[in-house]
């Protein structure tokens, strides 16, 4: 009989938890150990990257969850972290497919829109086109 928990893997096509490391690490207490360290060194780089790429130009997002990725190679932890980001990220994707979630967001943009529009209008009114810093008090 297959367990629930392995059902539940197999039925999504998810691999099994653990680390990914080769055999012949695994085997080695100290190497498996060294191994892990090094990927947890290198995941953290990348994950710093992203998160200084987030302010600055840059994919941070994308390289935040690269750096996960690695992460989820060899850590329990971080491939659970990965398998959450990823089935919220295919629910939100259908969400946004759904035609009320489209047409929702189509009339919020819209009414974003023309306030900002009334907002530039009042104030090419008021100031004319003149930048803010160079306005004087009147």
């Known amino acids: 009989m ?16 653990g680390s990914r490391a080769p055999e012949f690490v695994k085997a080695r207490r100290m190497l498996h150990l060294s191994w892990q360290v090094g990927v947890f ?4 780089a990348v994950v710093v990257a992203g998160i200084i790429m987030l302010p600055l130009p840059g994919p941070g997002w994308v390289v ?8 989820a190679t060899e850590f329990v932890w971080a491939q659970l972290a990965l398998r959450w ?8 994707a ?23 529009a009334a907002i530039a209008g009042f104030y090419l009114w008021k100031f004319g086109l003149v930048m803010p810093w160079e306005i004087e008090d009147q």
């Open 64 to 71: 935040i969850f690269a750096g996960m990725a690695i992460w």
């Open 94 to 116: 259908q969400r946004a497919l759904d035609p009320r979630v489209r047409r929702r967001n189509i009339v919020l943009t819209s009414v974003g829109l023309v306030i900002i």
């Open 41 to 44: 060194v290198v995941g953290l």
């Open 2 to 17: 297959v367990p629930d928990r392995a059902k539940a893997d197999g039925a999504q096509g998810e691999q099994a938890l």
């Open 85 to 92: 980001t990823k089935r919220k990220v295919t629910e939100a």
